[in-house]
């Protein structure tokens, strides 16, 4: 059975970089088409869709944090990570990393639980 | 990118139907049958409910149906129950390759 889990700090200082990452069991991220993806959650907000990475280690972000963000993998340890650079408490948030049900699919469907982010010195 | 509509908020009462709406534009709803519908619980992460605008994954309720007409999805809910109550997002995929999810929806059973 897939499993994600994200891991990382829980606090970092404003203006420096948010680093998590996301372990992957039950699957192997570099012998399968999919998508992996980060979405993060301010409180009490809704969602927001931070970028994904495709196994061939082509990735898209959303354009709000293009320049601020780098997602990449980790084949030899079946993980995938996020970097987002410059934070400020705007980037307070859960953070999830996700993949889809199938091949070539973007929509999430298997999420983590969550890691809280808070940003604050 | 703009985040898809939702209404903030729906109510119904145990056995009711509901149905949550998520307009986008030709650029994502509307021009993919890529959406997704999202239930998420209170401190939980979300769990998929809906894919493809009308495929439930293995294991959700027929009681959740989806559906698109243009650029609207919509997320019907029979037999109101009172664990359905729960925060609902839709997401979509984009000409510009990208995700966008709408605002969310609280759903309130009364």
Same mark, same amino acid.
């Given at each position: ?11 970092? /200082?404003?203006?420096?970089?948010? @680093? %998590? ?6 699957? &192997?991220?570099?012998? $399968? *088409? ?31 944090? /293009?320049?601020?963000?780098?997602? @990449? %993998? ?6 995938? &990570?996020?970097?987002? $650079? *410059? ?35 | ?110």
């Amino acid at each position: 059975q897939l499993q994600l889990q994200e891991s990382g700090p829980g606090l970092v /200082k404003p203006s420096e970089t948010l @680093s %998590l990452t996301c372990t992957v069991s039950g699957g &192997s991220i570099s012998r $399968s *088409s999919f998508y992996w993806g980060w979405i993060r959650q301010p409180p009490g907000k809704g969602l927001e869709w931070i970028g994904t990475i495709y196994y061939s280690r082509n990735a898209y972000y959303n354009p709000s944090l /293009k320049s601020r963000v780098s997602i @990449s %993998l980790d084949t030899s340890k079946n993980q995938f &990570s996020l970097e987002l $650079s *410059s934070v400020t408490a705007a980037d307070t948030a859960v953070y999830y990393c996700a993949r889809p049900l199938r091949y070539f699919d973007w929509l999430p469907a298997y999420w983590g639980q969550g890691v809280l982010v808070t940003v604050s010195s | 990118q703009s985040a898809l509509t939702q209404p903030a908020s729906v109510s119904g009462s145990p056995g009711q139907s509901i149905t949550v709406s998520c307009t986008g534009t030709s650029s994502d709803v509307g021009g993919y049958n890529s959406v997704s519908w999202y239930q998420q619980h209170t401190g939980k992460a979300p769990q998929l409910m809906i894919y493809d605008v009308s495929n439930r994954p293995s294991g959700i309720s027929n009681r959740f149906t989806g559906s698109k007409s243009g650029n609207t999805a919509s997320l019907t809910i029979s037999g109101l129950q009172a664990e359905d109550e729960a925060d609902y997002y839709c997401s979509s995929y984009t000409t510009t390759s990208t995700l966008v999810f709408g605002g969310g929806t609280k759903l309130t059973v009364l």
